[in-house]
């Protein structure tokens, strides 16, 4: 799994970040493939369905991550039959493999670029299944924002090219698609980029799509992010549909044709439905870490829908975030950064308080508030820590943000000061380090390189410390904000890179009309796999893991 708190991480994913959003707002990729890549108006399938007249599609999103998590729900992908019980057990159902994949967003993490596609999704995939028979499965797939992070480019060469991928035909030529399904329903993939809208000539596209659909037609509307959740969390207003395009073809284009809303993005399953019987389903669950379904909180949107079925359930979710009390162990290298931050703390304000106690505490904060005055820099880098931590806040804290990041902050300083009084004080008072002798061995030579000698000890204490502190405090910080404002959620969960709690949808249009949704769950993944030895038609490799849980339905399959 990606460790999202590795320091070159972090460094990695904050570039990512701010070159996506600054050249990604000025060289909109989707621009250039409206006027440079033709495509079809729609994908016909509507009529392929099976001997029994039934057609069947896979949905999954959020895959590209470690290794476990991607190629054991790709495995299930992979398989001809999946035979499904019910919560309770008693009901089964035997449901088979899609004639179309659908990949929902975020076909890969950390970012995208042609060595990360090939390892983390790629691999996996080919793993579970190289080669089909006959008539060969096809591909579509959206783009998520890590998929956005290289301009697209990678994305466009695997999956807009007409390649075979994993034993399934690519047919699209952009990163938008529609296909038209039997029975008058549609299933139409978005690309949002990195600023949650479409462009116009995506719109048109679309607009010409909705101009084939009669007045009965159905819409299965794929987009990379579950806009409803956030919208629920959001404090902000709705605008008007003028003010989005996406929100534009939805309310304008689609209308009331749309009768399935399907997203990834946050990585869970969340399904909310309307008076009406309108479903909105988050489905992240791919292969990427889990996100907690108790945050951001959305029991009811903005439009009346309300929360049906969380996996897992926010209680099981509010467990888990108990883990970030325990940070250092799921990201042990995290406390390099608060380590090396300590250290530069205590250098800041250093003061000789190596002979004081505890019961001396006045004078010890006597001794270090005269560094700090005498070195002005100190405070700045007080001021650094405070602030800094204090913007790097979640926005979805609101009015408690400056506290919360001022607190978070203090905290840190606070646990420096006395991370660096101890190292010094057991240095200096404990141990009696003394690397110089004289030669009768009586005492100690009080020099350049006695004095360094403790320096460099003390030093090493301080960054110990703040390794072992630091990841404690912020991981208190993260289990606070999700557990108890809703905030935090990426980060609380992503530095925790739980691979377990998957999830992909399995659909059927049956020979009646009626759209059949299959929730699927795998509560734990392999940790261990064995060779089968079979074809490249079949999985390279089966769990080999007393552990690992067999997957089931989330809840009873939806009939729309």
């Known amino acids: 799994m990606v460790r999202w708190l590795h320091p070159t991480q972090v460094l990695r994913t904050g570039l990512d970040a701010v070159v996506a959003t600054v050249f990604g707002a000025r060289a909109d990729h989707r621009l250039i493939e409206a006027v440079v890549r033709p495509q079809a108006p729609y994908f016909d399938y509507s009529e392929e369905a099976g001997a029994d007249g039934d057609l069947w599609l896979d949905y999954v999103s959020d895959i590209g991550d470690g290794w476990d998590s991607t190629y054991a729900v790709a495995r299930l992908l992979a398989l001809p039959e999946l035979k499904l019980p019910e919560e309770d057990g008693k009901t089964v159902h035997t449901t088979p493999r899609g004639r179309v994949l659908v990949f929902g967003g975020d076909e890969v993490y950390p970012g995208a670029s042609r060595e990360t596609y090939e390892e983390r999704t790629v691999q996996p995939y080919e793993a579970a299944m190289r080669r089909s028979q006959a008539p060969h499965p096809d591909l579509f797939v959206i783009p998520g924002n890590h998929d956005w992070y290289d301009g697209l480019s990678a994305f466009m060469r695997l999956f807009c090219a007409q390649r075979w991928v994993a034993g399934r035909r690519t047919r699209q030529s952009r990163s938008y698609f529609a296909l038209k399904l039997p029975h008058d329903w549609w299933l139409i993939g978005t690309d949002v980029q990195l600023n949650s809208d479409i462009d116009v000539p995506q719109v048109e596209y679309f607009r010409n799509v909705a101009e084939q659909m009669g ?25 008007s ?27 869970h399953y969340r399904r909310h439905e309307d008076d009406t019987g309108q479903h909105r389903i988050t489905a992240g669950g791919g292969g990427a870490f889990m996100h907690p379904t108790h945050a951001p909180a959305a029991p009811v949107l903005r439009d009346g829908s309300t929360l049906r079925k969380s996996f897992p359930d926010e209680a099981t979710s509010r467990k888990l975030a108990l883990k970030n009390l325990w940070l250092i162990r799921y990201s042990p290298l995290f406390g390099l950064i608060t380590g090396l931050w300590y250290l530069l703390l205590a250098l800041a304000a250093y003061a000789e308080v190596g002979g004081l106690g505890l019961s001396q505490l006045p004078e010890v904060l006597t001794a270090v508030g005269n560094s700090m005055v005498n070195r002005p820099w100190t405070l700045i880098l007080g001021l650094v820590t405070v602030g800094g931590l204090t913007g790097l806040a979640d926005a979805a804290l609101g009015r408690w943000r400056a506290l919360l990041g001022v607190l978070h902050g203090a905290a840190h300083i606070t646990a420096a000061f006395f991370v660096a009084w101890a190292g010094t004080y057991l240095t200096v008072s404990k141990l009696g380090i003394c690397p110089t002798l004289m030669p009768d061995g009586a005492h100690c030579v009080d020099g350049w390189t006695h004095l ?41 969960f992503g530095s925790l890179a739980l691979p377990d709690w998957k999830n992909f949808l399995r659909m059927r249009i049956g020979k009646d009309g009626a759209l059949t949704i299959y929730p699927v769950g795998l509560e734990r993944v392999p940790r261990k796999w064995k060779p089968t030895g079979a074809g490249p038609m079949a999985p390279a490799f089966d769990p080999d893991d ?8 989330i809840e009873p399959p939806i009939r729309i």
């Open 241 to 267: 549909y003028l003010e989005n395009n996406l929100e534009y073809l939805e309310e304008k284009v689609l209308g009331r044709r749309i009768c399935v809303f399907l997203a990834g993005d946050l990585h």
């Open 215 to 239: 007045p009965k037609d159905r819409v299965i509307l794929c987009n990379a992010e579950p806009a409803w959740i956030l919208a629920a969390a959001s404090r902000r207003n709705k605008g």
């Open 546 to 553: 007393p552990k690992a849980t067999e997957p089931f339905l």
């Open 452 to 492: 360094a000698g403790k320096f460099l000890f003390s030093c090493g204490l301080t960054f110990v410390g703040g390794f072992l502190v630091g990841p404690f405090i912020t991981g208190l910080y993260l289990w606070v904000c999700v557990n108890f404002f809703g905030a935090h959620s990426n980060e609380a």
